[in-house]
Nanobody, 126 residues
Framework: QVQLVESGGGLVQPGGSLRLSCAAS????????IGWFRQAPGKEREEVSC????????YYADSVKGRFTISRDKAKNTVFLQMNSLKPEDTAVYYC???????????????????WGKGTLVTVSS
């Protein structure tokens, strides 16, 4: 089981930026997907962005394309989510999650993830 610890959440004004970090323990496989998901009050958990371990290919939800950037430091087993031009609708608990992948075709969905962090709260408000 992979241990994941998120950090970097907080309160920010609309139009501001935050950078989330996710520190992961050792991975049991060389082929995995790691990403960010979020859950707003009263809503289902949804995918935000994912990155694959083998070729660093990425996925972004339409709602964050052009504003958020996912990246990773392989040596430190850390994944980042740079969030710019934040909107009130980005307010949510953000979770880091990971799961093994078995081919070059993968999907960034909560149901495909095996291990989850406890989340970090992002609040966008004036």
């Amino acid at each position: 089981q992979v241990q994941l610890v998120e950090s970097g959440g907080g309160l920010v004004q609309p139009g501001g930026s935050l950078r989330l970090s996710c520190a992961a323990s050792v991975f049991s496989s060389d082929y995995y997907l790691i990403g960010w998901f979020r859950q707003a009050p009263g809503k289902e958990r949804e995918e935000v962005s994912c990155i694959s371990s083998n070729d660093n290919s990425t996925y972004y939800a339409d709602s964050v394309k052009g504003r958020f950037t996912i990246s990773r430091d392989k040596a430190k087993n850390t994944v980042f989510l740079q969030m710019n031009s934040l909107k009130p609708e980005d307010t949510a608990v953000y979770y880091c999650a990971t799961g093994e992948i078995y081919s070059s075709t993968w999907y960034c969905t909560p149901h495909g993830m095996d291990d989850w962090g406890k989340g970090t709260l992002v609040t966008v408000s004036s």
